[in-house]
């Protein structure tokens, strides 16, 4: 079983959908959350982090987590033809007899294709 | 804020020969940066963690003698590509995680390596 777990899609949406990114990850101790969005050819952005259970919005875009069944998702409100890009779901996990190295372990991502 | 920068941005060298790649964190000091390669189609491979002052940790399978990290100040890292080669072409990324907050990493734009 991968670490960090996302279907790779593509997911596709018609313009101002809801568009539903999720990801699950494995059991150990993992801290923090993040979603990042990477352009075709370009490196990643972060646009979301999350910490504690429930829900965090910034925008359109809301992530959601719940340690207890191991399971973070990123909704995207009224998506835009300019959210086509691929999703990384990244995870920082507690690592045994290492610590916390601030290592992420990234998904492989979730291609999204919103159209017009 | 946040800025990560690298340099350069795409570079073409024949094979054999060595390639330096900045990574700077502009407007913040990271204590640790993140050494990343992707090829086409695919996630982001963790090739090395860097903290300043100290020697890089290396992921397995990464050979450190033919990828040199140096970490030399809370602002730069580089990663020189030894006696390079066409396996070796592919998208280099460097991440930098902020000393102040908890583990978000920032990634740079990215080098575009090309062995011919």
């Known amino acids: 079983q991968k670490e960090v777990e996302q279907n790779s899609g593509p997911l596709s949406v018609p313009e101002g959908a809801i568009a539903s990114l999720n990801c699950t990850y494995s059991?150990?101790?993992?801290?923090?959350f993040f979603w990042y969005r990477q352009y075709s050819g370009k490196s990643p952005e972060l646009i979301m982090s999350?910490?504690?259970?429930g829900d965090k919005e910034d925008g359109r875009f809301t992530a959601q987590l719940n340690k207890a069944s191991q399971y973070v998702s990123l909704l995207i409100r009224d998506s835009q033809p300019s959210d086509s890009a691929t999703y990384l779901c990244?995870?920082?996990?507690?690592?045994?007899?290492?610590?916390?190295?601030?290592?992420?372990?990234f998904g492989q991502g979730t291609t999204l294709q919103v159209k017009p | 804020g946040a800025v990560v920068s690298q340099h350069p941005s795409r570079v073409i060298c024949k094979s054999g020969t060595s390639v330096k790649i900045e990574c700077r964190s502009l407007d913040f000091q990271a204590t640790t940066m993140f050494w990343y390669r992707q090829f086409p189609k695919q996630s982001l491979m963790l090739m090395a963690t860097?903290?300043?002052?100290?020697?890089?940790?290396?992921e397995q399978g990464v050979e450190k003698d033919k990828f040199l990290i140096n970490h030399a100040s809370l602002t730069l890292s580089t990663l020189t590509v030894t006696s390079a080669h066409p396996e070796d072409s592919s998208f280099y990324i460097c991440?930098?995680?902020?000393?102040?907050?908890?583990?978000?990493?920032?990634f740079g734009p990215g080098t575009r390596l090309t062995v011919t």
């Open positions: 991440s930098a995680r902020d000393r102040r907050q908890f583990y978000e990493q920032y």
């Open positions: 860097s903290n300043e002052g100290s020697k890089a940790t290396y």
């Open positions: 999350i910490y504690s259970n």
């Open positions: 990244a995870v920082n996990m507690r690592e045994r007899g290492s610590g916390n190295t601030g290592k992420l372990i």
């Open positions: 059991d150990r101790v993992s801290q923090s």
